[in-house]
């Protein structure tokens, strides 16, 4: 009998284990002050939390390949529900923390409800594509499975954390492309994020926007209908992106929205705009080969606000430089492109979506948070994966990871069971 590890992805591992381990030491070095020693035992400090979590990490992920793909298939609606039911449960006894009300405790450990909903979301997701692949239009399934992903996101924006919900939605163009719909309502799903990010940074800009769409559509398609639906799908964006900037967001968020484009403005510099001062001078103090370990003003300083979670890479791009923040971002590549490689090689469309949703969540989570430290993209709080500290997150993306090694490493189980 062959053993369930036979088939598993080695080289994605490994690329995990150097992520996690490239995360405890900025942790560690980030928060240093609550621990003393780098091997300390205790787990009542930032670092010890992470190694306990990345251990709970490891039994999940242990535990998911070992799971028969014929039960995970099954039990997809009934973690769909579970996640539906916990992101409500944590709108009704959840705590506020950062100003989201998303985290639900059971003693002394707490959840993020909004980061274990990825599962659930990209599960079901994936499955309702799969399921009727064989229609004759993948339109109607394709926005019952965007619908499946929007009513997490909704729950998600109730318990104040825009950023997690913006996840969910730029999975729906991803899982779209993968799934077999047209590269056209592919393109108009991209044009709402875009249009919105032009929208906060200059209206010129995003008329102009609006008008090259139109040019666009024409030149692509010849088909007035489509330069009709182009022009229509930015132009609403952009009206409801400056609506819901006037009348829909808090004051704190439309501030940390708006204050990336000039974060040094008076209004800015003194809170929100902090963040990406601060982030900015740690990264430019790091020159080529950094400050070394432990050796970085900004971060020994404590001057950078989350400097152990959202802001992490300030610190590897301080202490570790140019070279190693590159090295990181290769790291994920690499991740990325095998978790491609991965999709292109099961046959199954179930198991094609699940790895390729994996690797669209990553990117979403890499983009964005890199785009925030850099001031390219507005501070909305999305962590770095396997970097970042949180256990909630660890979890969550380790338990994403294990799907997608799973879905390949039992790719020949697609055709018996599902």
């Known amino acids: 009998m062959r053993r369930w590890y036979r088939n598993l992805d080695i080289s994605t591992l490994l690329i995990w284990i150097a992520l996690c381990a490239c995360g405890l030491v900025a942790i560690y070095s980030s928060t240093h002050g609550e621990a003393q020693e780098f091997l300390l035992t205790t787990v009542q400090n930032s670092f010890g939390r992470q190694r306990l979590w990345l251990m709970i990490s490891t039994v999940a992920l242990v535990t998911i390949l070992s799971v028969p793909m014929r039960l995970l298939v099954r039990m997809v609606p009934w973690i769909y529900l579970a996640t539906i039911g916990f992101l409500i449960l944590a709108l ?23 980061e274990l909903a990825k599962v659930g979301g990209l599960f079901m997701a994936a499955f309702v594509l799969a399921s009727h692949r064989k229609e004759k239009s993948i339109l109607p399934t394709a926005a019952i499975a965007a619908g499946a992903l929007i009513l997490p996101a909704l729950l998600i924006i109730l318990q104040n954390d825009l950023g997690t919900a913006l996840v969910f939605v730029g999975l729906i163009p991803v899982l779209a492309l993968c799934g077999g719909v047209p590269l056209r309502i592919v393109g108009l799903l991209i044009l709402f994020p875009v249009a919105g990010y032009l929208t906060i940074l200059s209206w010129p800009v995003a008329l102009g926007f609006t008008v090259l769409v139109g040019i666009i559509a024409w030149y692509g398609t010849h088909s007035r209908s489509w330069v009709a639906a182009g022009v229509i799908a930015s132009a609403m964006t952009i009206g409801v992106a400056n609506f819901a900037l006037q009348y829909v967001l808090q004051p704190h968020q439309v501030a940390r929205i708006v204050s990336f484009s000039n974060p040094e403005a008076d209004e800015y510099r003194a809170n929100v705009g902090f ?22 003003t900004q971060t020994q300083g404590r001057y950078i606000p989350e400097q152990s979670t959202d802001f992490v890479f300030s610190v590897i791009g301080e202490e570790w430089g140019f070279i190693g923040g590159i090295l990181v971002l290769l790291l994920f590549a690499a991740l990325m492109l095998r978790l491609l490689w991965l999709a292109r090689a099961i046959d199954h469309p179930f198991g094609n979506l699940v790895v390729a949703g994996v690797a669209g969540i990553f990117l979403i989570h890499v983009c964005v948070n890199i785009g925030m430290v850099l001031g390219l993209l507005p501070v909305i709080g999305i962590p770095l994966p396997f970097l970042s500290y ?5 979890l969550t993306n380790t338990t994403l990871l294990g799907l997608a090694l799973a879905c390949y490493m039992r790719r020949a189980e697609f055709s018996l069971y599902v």
């Open 92 to 114: 009704v006894i959840g705590r506020e923390v950062g100003g989201a009300r998303s985290w639900v405790y059971f003693g002394p450990i707490g959840f993020q409800s909004s």
């Open 275 to 296: 963040h990406l001062v601060q982030s900015k001078a740690a990264l430019g103090s790091g020159g080529w080969f950094g400050l070394g370990f432990r050796q970085g």
């Open 390 to 394: 949180g256990g909630s997150a660890l």
